[in-house]
């Protein structure tokens, strides 16, 4: 199958809500800043702003007829600052007018008076100010103080990883319009329908029936649309209420940039004690998480932090405490792997470093630890289909390991400035929403009289290819030609109560609600096609390739026939179903349970070339064995994964976020904020999928791909310290993320 949209996409055909047709008479939004970080607002005076032609309103905190309250999990974030101000970028004001040149020069022309406090940007030092978003959480398993006497090695550490723009393509926006009777329709590039209809319901006082949020695709989300499309969703519908008009408001590039939030940095202390043999037998872990100035998701990024604190490893003695602490800076938010790669950058450095100091392979400690079948992780659940080593074997086999060791090796003593290096990651990533009620989804299936189908679920299309998937589970039910399906936009009268689609759960969930409907319709059809040919036992009864069959021999019943006569017999073409996962549970005071349906595992030997004069470097290759399940769409899952492996090695090499002294960001042009391209991207990829591992708890056996191939990017880090170590192998690593060029650089050739 091809990809779902992707002749559409190269034509430009495809339609993201700055491409909707808009009525005449459409107003345009531009939202007004804090350029402050930190403060009391003394006075806003926006009557300038009044007077520039075209601006229509300047709406603020005051003319919000419900709640001023935008936090999800916790309500802890206004959707205009009404008293004070907590990060640059924070919104203050609305400003509405005929065109988005006018609404921009409203906005240049308010002018608000903060009385400055002093902000704090440190995750470290909001702890010591008690600055916390919640009480610390810990998981722990065995007894890690007790261990400590039995280690051999003991070897501590810290370290730092930085944050990430999610650089969707298509900016944070949304098109809005009162509808007849006080109902408001919301067009919005939000992961999350339900949370944008649940909260403007809030701030609007109006009964989420008569909230209609329509999403037809987003140009990427990567996390950064699961909560945070939330305020400008909201706002549009704001204005779209007051001013009875249609209003739209897409956010510049550069302004997205600056006033949404990003991936959460992290600081974290180690301290790893290992036997002789290079058994892991105790792990302690403090993350400091910089949540920024509101809470956000950050409580539950926190707590997926915790779940991966022993990335696929098994360890007796776990104790992971996290602290979610509070700053100065636009709060942070989900991006892809959802405070997992955070976690595992620690683990994977703890384990370089103790390599160091027992003068082994870090390989060699990795693969000494891997989890097996029934390994028990830091909450409690025991691993279940277990491809730790099975991947990690295949990947040094496959991939030969011992001959690259053996070129590496080669390559660096004929080379003097030039210096390769290698590692291996291994990853394992829990698959479920670690908040248990979250993991459900309905599907909503229209067979029309002419044979196509139409089908609506709460998943949301960005990029990821679900629409793909979703089509390629209906159509093996049905067994009709995919050209046949359309998946509908997804859209909140369509299904209802939908969880953001996020945590890499959409085609799961959302393919799972979709067979479900189908076999509900399929059923039926069975029925009537068993009537029309006079066949008592429907059992006999199936489509195949798009005509009816008994006992697997065509017929000449074909679909479109077969869906006229249940037409003219009066038999419903349409279904609902609701899918929840099942089996899983967690309990939160213990910190124990099953918190995920399973885990997808993989290996992955990335390579790195540094030029040691200059501080540059290169990704030679990436080569993974990823645990896969069967693939519902080859091309998607392929694409998945190295776009994930791209924007890990992004993550932890170029992209680097920097705020000014007063948290002003810095890098907020592609200027100074380098992302991987082409030429950037690994010089080859090699991907093998384990075959012949079906996946009971995912549709058609298949597996979620979204997240965990990310982190296959942080073996780039250490491939690109072990070239570095070549070149001067007295310094001491830093593990500092991401190791920018100049980072490199200065490592490389300063005395410290
Ligand atoms: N791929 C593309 N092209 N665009 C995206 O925005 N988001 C990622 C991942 N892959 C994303 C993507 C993230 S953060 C998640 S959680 C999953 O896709 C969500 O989709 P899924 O649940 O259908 O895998
Ligand atoms: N992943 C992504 N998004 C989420 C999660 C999760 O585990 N929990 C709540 N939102
Ligand atoms: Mo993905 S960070 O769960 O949207």
Redesign the pocket.
């Known amino acids: 199958m091809k990809s779902y949209d992707s002749i559409q996409h190269v034509k430009g055909e495809s339609k993201f809500v700055d491409d909707i047709l808009t009525p005449e008479g459409t107003l345009y939004g531009y939202v007004f800043y804090s350029t402050s970080a930190h403060g009391k607002i003394k006075k806003i005076d926006f009557s300038d702003a009044l007077n520039i032609l075209g601006v229509r309103a300047v709406i603020l905190a005051s003319d919000i007829p419900g709640e001023n309250q935008i936090g999800n999990v916790i309500l802890d974030e206004e959707l205009f600052a009404s008293k004070e101000v907590h990060y640059v970028g924070q919104p203050v004001a609305l400003v509405i007018a005929e065109t988005k040149i006018q609404a921009h020069k409203g906005a240049k022309a308010i002018k608000l008076e903060i009385d400055e406090r002093q902000p704090i940007f440190d995750p470290r030092e909001a702890f010591e100010k008690g600055n916390l978003i919640v009480p610390p959480r810990i998981f722990s398993l065995g007894d890690v103080d007790g261990t400590w006497k039995d280690c051999d090695y003991i070897i501590e550490g810290r370290t730092e990883s930085g944050s990430q723009e999610h650089l969707?393509l298509e900016t944070q926006g949304c098109f809005a319009y009162p509808v007849e009777g006080g109902s408001v329709k919301i067009v919005s590039s939000t992961q999350g329908p339900t949370t944008v209809q649940k909260i403007a319901s809030r701030v609007l006082n109006i009964p989420m029936n008569k909230i209609e949020v329509d999403v037809p695709r987003?140009g990427?989300?990567?996390?950064g649309k699961e909560d945070q499309a939330t305020p400008w969703a909201v706002m549009t519908a704001l204005a779209a209420i007051k001013l009875n008009k249609p209003v739209k408001l897409i956010l510049p590039r550069q302004e997205d940039m600056r006033v949404t939030g990003k991936r959460h940095p992290y600081s974290s202390d180690f301290k790893i004690g290992l036997n002789k043999e290079g058994k892991i037998l105790a792990y302690e872990v403090v993350y400091y998480q910089n949540a920024g100035a509101a809470a956000d998701l950050s409580t539950a990024i926190l707590e997926r932090t915790l779940f991966h604190a022993a990335n696929s490893y098994y360890i007796p003695n776990v104790k992971a405490t996290a602290y979610s602490c509070k700053t100065n800076l636009p709060p942070f938010t989900?991006?892809?792997g959802f405070g997992g790669p955070q976690a595992m950058f620690v683990i994977e450095s703890a384990i370089h470093k103790a390599a160091g100091v027992i003068g082994v392979e870090p390989y060699f400690i990795q693969k000494k630890n891997l989890l097996k079948e029934d390994d028990e992780f830091p909450y409690g659940q025991r691993a279940e289909n277990c491809h730790a080593l099975k991947s990690y074997d295949d990947a040094e086999a496959r991939y030969d390991l011992g001959n690259i060791r053996k070129e590496i090796d080669e390559f660096n003593s004929r080379n003097i400035l030039v210096k390769k290096g290698f590692a291996l990651m291994p990853i394992c990533f829990g698959i479920s929403f670690t908040s248990t009620f979250m993991n459900q989804a309905s599907a909503l299936v229209h067979v029309y009289v002419d044979g196509s189908v139409g089908i609506g679920t709460a998943?949301v299309e960005?990029?990821?290819g679900?629409n793909a998937k979703i089509t390629s589970a209906a159509s093996c039910v049905f067994s009709i030609n995919p050209d046949r399906i359309k998946i509908q936009s997804t859209n909140t009268s369509r299904v209802a109560n939908t969880s953001p689609?996020?945590?890499?759960?959409?085609?799961d969930l959302n393919g799972f609600a979709t067979i479900d409907a189908c076999n509900l319709i399929l059923e039926r059809l069975k029925k009537v096609a068993a009537d029309e040919l006079s066949v008592t036992d429907v059992g006999t009864i199936s489509i195949q390739d798009e005509f009816v069959c008994i006992d697997n021999e065509p017929t000449k019943l074909s679909w479109n026939k077969l869906i006229q006569l249940a037409y003219f017999k009066r038999v419903s073409l349409s279904a609902q179903a609701h899918h929840s996962t099942p089996g899983i549970f967690f309990d939160r005071e213990k910190s124990k349970g099953k918190a995920f349906a399973y885990h997808v595992y993989g290996t992955a030997i990335v390579e790195a070339t540094v030029d040691c004069l200059r501080g540059t470097y290169e990704i030679d290759s990436v080569k993974v064995v990823h645990d896969l399940g069967k693939s519902l769409h080859p091309v998607t899952d392929r694409g998945?994964t190295e776009?994930?492996i791209v924007q890990g090695i992004g993550w932890m090499t170029l992209e680097e976020i920097i705020y000014d002294l007063k948290g002003k960001l810095i890098t907020d042009a592609l200027s100074t904020y380098k992302v991987p391209d082409i030429y950037f991207a690994p010089k080859e990829i090699q991907i093998h999928f384990l075959e012949d591992e079906p996946n009971p708890y995912g549709p058609f056996q298949s597996k979620?791909?979204?997240?965990p191939p990310f982190m296959y990017g942080i073996g780039a880090y250490f491939a690109i310290i072990n070239a570095m170590k070549t070149f001067c192998p007295e310094k001491t690593i830093k593990y500092n993320a991401p190791i920018t060029n100049e980072k490199v650089l200065m490592w490389l050739h300063s005395n410290d």
């Open positions: 969707y987003l990427g989300g990567f996390g989900a991006f892809r998943a960005m990029g990821q679900v689609t996020a945590a890499s759960k959409g085609a998945q776009g994930g979620a791909i979204g997240e």
